[in-house]
């Protein structure tokens, strides 16, 4: 069974640094990119960082660009979103994801709540 399971959200003061885990089991981790999405209430779903399988082609959205950081260890099945100088507007919930194509399609976790506020 393929399984996402995100965890280190929690209230953090603006300016502050978070990390965020995820821990994937049931399918080949090596092999895929994986995403961390955001999702605010009153806002759309946004995707904020991506990395290769590798972890040699690495993305973000230009609201996270310079102060977050993606990385993985594909020893642990493991994905990571460091998070620094954050700000109140990177409240949400953070969703790690993987897209495994065709019939497999995309598997999100639960989730883990960020809440940036003084």
């Known amino acids: 069974q393929v399984q996402l399971v995100e965890s280190g959200g929690s209230l953090v003061q603006p300016g502050g640094s978070l990390r965020l885990s995820c821990v994937a089991s049931?399918?080949?981790?090596?092999?895929?990119?994986m995403n961390w999405y955001r999702h605010a209430p009153g806002k759309e779903r946004e995707l904020v960082a991506t990395i290769s399988n590798t972890g040699g082609i690495i993305n973000y959205a230009d609201s996270v660009k310079g102060r977050f950081t993606i990385s993985r260890d594909n020893a642990k099945n493991t994905v990571y979103l460091q998070m620094d100088s954050v700000r109140p507007d990177d409240t949400g919930a953070y969703y790690c994801?993987?897209?495994?194509?065709?019939?497999?399609?995309?598997?999100w976790g639960q989730g883990t709540q960020v809440t940036v506020s003084s």
């Open positions: 049931g399918f080949t981790f090596r092999h895929y990119a």
């Open positions: 994801s993987v897209d495994r194509g065709g019939f497999r399609g995309r598997t």
